[in-house]
């Protein structure tokens, strides 16, 4: 079955440790993004890649880092999380970044910083 | 990147058809308009797509002006479980670029 594949579903962390949300597609996607999403918000972009090794920052990107070493793995990494980071977080793929492309998302990561 | 509006929320009754529109008065010439559909908890799930006149699916229909300054997302007969948050979505595909920036989104709300 296509899909795209984050870990944790839920999470509880503290301040100030180092956290790695996990994604996962397995349908050759070249394109993935990272989205958080708040109350009032909507969705906002925090990374994307357009394909291994090619990343580049969103509308919010601090506090941050992706990594693409493998086509397939699009980690999300909190490097010193914050309580302002406490968000619902969606990772999202798509065959590629043709205005006509389709976003197949994960079924997200609800991330609590205390 | 084209800048969406649409109504922040709406209600409805079953059985109704429902209509939300979006604005998007500086859409390009490549630009394709997009809506997705989320349900709570979930991430967005894509409905459907057009670039101009009309397009239609066993789930909704979307119409786009000659101008394509707007768009109009038709659900008809909707039910309970059409409650959702419905993202208009217009994206350019740059060589390198940012796309798919969703705002804030419409929250239907359909009442038995």
């Known amino acids: 079955e296509a899909q795209v594949t984050q870990n944790p579903r839920y999470l509880i962390t503290v301040t100030g440790k180092k956290l790695t949300v996990t994604c996962s597609q397995n349908m050759n996607h070249e394109y993935m993004s990272w989205y958080r999403q708040d109350p009032g918000l909507g969705l906002r972009q925090i990374y994307y890649s357009m394909n291994v090794e090619v990343t580049d920052k969103g509308d919010v990107p601090e506090g941050y880092k992706v990594s693409r070493k493998e086509k397939r793995n699009f980690p999300l990494i909190l490097e010193s999380p914050s309580p302002n980071q406490t968000s619902l977080y969606f990772c999202?793929?798509?065959?590629?970044?043709?205005?006509?492309?389709?976003?197949?998302f994960g079924s997200g990561t609800q991330l609590s910083v205390l | 990147l084209a800048k969406t509006t649409q109504p922040i929320s709406m209600d409805s009754y079953e059985g109704q058809e429902v209509n939300i529109t979006c604005s998007h008065n500086?859409?390009?010439?490549?630009?394709?308009i997009t809506w997705y559909q989320q349900f709570p908890s979930q991430g967005p799930r894509f409905i459907i797509q057009g670039y101009k006149t009309k397009v239609t699916n066993e789930v909704a229909s979307l119409f786009i002006p000659a101008d394509r300054k707007s768009s109009t997302l038709s659900l008809p007969r909707v039910s309970l479980s059409d409650t959702a948050v419905y993202y208009c979505l217009v994206a350019l595909y740059a060589h390198y670029g940012q796309n798919f920036v969703f705002g804030p989104g419409t929250r239907l709300s359909v009442l038995p």
């Open positions: 500086n859409i390009a010439t490549n630009d394709y």
């Open positions: 999202a793929s798509s065959m590629g970044a043709a205005a006509n492309e389709k976003l197949f």
